[in-house]
């Protein structure tokens, strides 16, 4: 369980439309948003075993994309951010306010204002930010392998089964996630 997942979520969309907007002056198109979310949540299950927001992603062509998220988002209603229709089947998404970071821990902050340090670019277009989270986000790889559109599974973010590890030879990581999905259920 992610203590206020709702306020989490809508404070990180927050922030990345704000930052994005910040450091391009151009507004966060939907699937920045997405790559900035999956690579959150995926990079804090490799480092600590939980994700930061605990979206469920499915792994489309262009890459990870949180299915609630992409589903609702043109009902979405928030103080913090609105989703604007651009054109055919896009949307931006901008910042209404400042998001409220008292919701992140100092590890999470920090990964955020990196994700924005490396993507954030006028150089950086949408087929470079899928192709990176194509890269360097293996749970999306495995299951784009096995099952195109499928729901990615947090636990393919490690190299082992965890099912059949050890206890005594987990990582902290894999020890943390086994927590967290038992917690889940």
Known sequence: MIPYQKQKIENAICFFAHEHKKKTRQPLYQTFLYKYLAFLDFECIKETGRPCLG???MAM???PVPIKIYSQRDKIKSDLFQFIPDQEDSRIILAKTKPNLDYFSKKEI????????IYASNYI?????????HEAILPWKKTWKNKQNGIIDYATGFDDDLSYKKEEDLTYPEESYLIYRALEI
Not at 110 to 117: D, F, G, T
Not at 125 to 133: H, R, V, Y
């Open 55 to 57: 979206l469920e992603y």
């Open 61 to 63: 062509q262009r890459g």
């Open 110 to 117: 920090s990964l955020m204002q990196k994700l924005i340090e």
């Open 125 to 133: 277009n949408t087929k470079l930010i899928s192709d990176a989270s």
